[in-house]
């Protein structure tokens, strides 16, 4: 294990590199990989031991824990107050071993499913108990579980609950049973209604965006790395109408589309940023295993937010007002956008894949002692608020705050969504003791 300490910003900051196996189900054969998490404390308390432990799991899949700025995160700004807390790169992201085209590009299709297959929420349970044990002296985690982390949640519950005290979960409050197309059909309402609060609130971009397909239509449009801007790929922008400011982002991309270019050429600024965002340079892993979060035992997910899409024409690239896609991975992705090609047959041979181990214990979350308290938000466009509300009902010891004041990342925007969790977990007893 490495480690290397360092003060920043009114913060103690501890940096740990542990090696954890490849595989958690042969790990004396399987060859290592690298796990890194930060540790974050007030350096007032620095010397405190006995501050609890806050694990934050990151959402997702395939995101980075978020770089400790508490100007830019005020949940960290309150959690600083009361707890350690552990910024975790899951496996495959960040400074922890990481997955990209350059090592997927040297594996056979079945290759690459297996290996991604080993970058599951179970995968990262086992390395949080090993991080928990090993750097932790195996005192129990809080975990705050933020969208994609309140299903990591869900599994922890399921396959180590007495490594936890207590557990936040923000928008991730998964279906325990539901598949990927029911998930799709839910979200895909969810994206019909972002639409229309979209076009509501900027009628004038209407217009606008009908310039931008003809132009797309009419001409090959490259952006900067020399992919096509196709109208499929430019419809994949909605994925960010879900969040608090996403409408707003959108409106002001929009708005730059032809500026200081020809009336019928797209500016530079508007394709870096079309880009940027629509890239997956970051993050390739997000695109690559989205759908196999919903894999269940006996059931491919064979490309569902494909076949969602397909049931009607509401999404196709002729309709006006053009309507915008969420978070959805379109096999056609990973033919058109570069970062993502060299994953493509690990993709398909992905969502053909029927032998998913089960992530959740009914049983087991039926009979849960862990407190867990959860902010479900009313309008969410990415975790359906139907599929919390049973899982809510299905995990005991449950909790939830259902409220339509914030988006789905409602923790990022706001003090008051942690702080909230934090004061009904305090009013239902607090955390469990070691």
């Not at 910024?87 to 992201?93: A, K, M, P």
């Not at 933020?146 to 299903?151: N, T, V």
């Not at 969420?326 to 060299?342: A, N």
């Amino acid at each position: 294990m490495q480690t290397h300490q360092y003060q920043m910003k009114g913060m103690l900051i501890t940096d740990y590199q542990l090696a954890v196996p490849l595989d958690w189900r042969t790990p004396d054969k399987a060859p290592t990989i690298t796990l890194f998490a930060r540790e974050v404390v007030a350096s007032t308390q620095a010397h405190n031991e006995a501050l609890p432990l806050l694990l934050f799991l990151q959402g997702g899949p395939g995101g980075k824990s978020p770089r400790p700025m508490p100007d830019s995160l005020p949940w960290l700004i309150e959690a600083l107050k009361t707890h350690r807390v552990i910024l975790l790169d899951q496996r495959g992201t960040g400074r922890s071993s990481r997955i990209d085209r350059h090592l997927i590009s040297r594996m056979t299709a079945e290759e690459g499913r297996d290996y991604l297959l080993k970058f599951r929420a179970d995968s990262i349970v086992a390395d949080c108990e090993h991080l928990r044990k090993t750097v932790y002296s195996g005192r129990r985690f809080e975990t705050l579980g933020q969208s994609y982390g309140g299903f990591i949640t869900l599994v922890y519950l399921s396959k180590a609950p007495e490594g936890l005290a207590a557990c936040y979960i923000t928008g991730g409050l998964a279906g325990l049973e539901a598949n990927a197309q029911q998930v799709y059909q839910l979200t895909t309402e969810r994206l019909i209604e972002k639409n229309q609060a979209y076009y509501t609130r900027y009628p004038e971009d209407t217009h606008t965006i009908e310039n931008i397909v003809q132009v797309l239509c009419k001409d090959k449009v490259l952006l900067p790395d020399g992919d096509q801007l196709t109208v499929e790929r430019f419809q994949t922008l909605g994925i960010g109408l879900g969040m608090g400011p996403g409408i707003d982002q959108f409106h002001w991309l929009i708005d730059e589309a032809f500026a200081g270019s020809h009336p019928d050429t797209l500016s530079d600024t508007f394709l870096e940023q079309v880009m940027h965002l629509t890239s997956y340079y970051e993050g390739p892993l997000f695109a690559v295993i989205h759908e196999s979060i919903y894999g269940r035992p006996n059931e491919a997910t064979n490309w569902a937010a494909q076949q969602v899409r397909q049931q009607d024409n509401t999404f196709d690239t002729t309709q006006t007002p053009l309507m915008f896609t969420g978070e959805m991975m379109y096999p056609w992705m990973f033919d058109q956008i570069t970062s993502l090609r060299p994953f493509k047959e690990a993709a398909n041979a992905l969502a053909a894949y029927k032998s998913y181990a089960p992530l959740y214990d009914l049983d087991k979350l039926a009979n849960n002692k862990v407190p867990v308290v959860a902010a479900v938000y009313y309008n969410d466009m990415y975790v359906p608020r139907e599929l919390s509300l049973k899982t809510a009902k299905q995990v005991a010891n449950t909790q939830v705050w259902l409220t339509n004041s914030y988006e789905h990342d409602g923790v990022r925007q706001s003090s008051e969504v942690f702080c909230t969790l934090q004061k009904m977990l305090k009013d239902n007893g607090g955390p469990l003791v070691d």
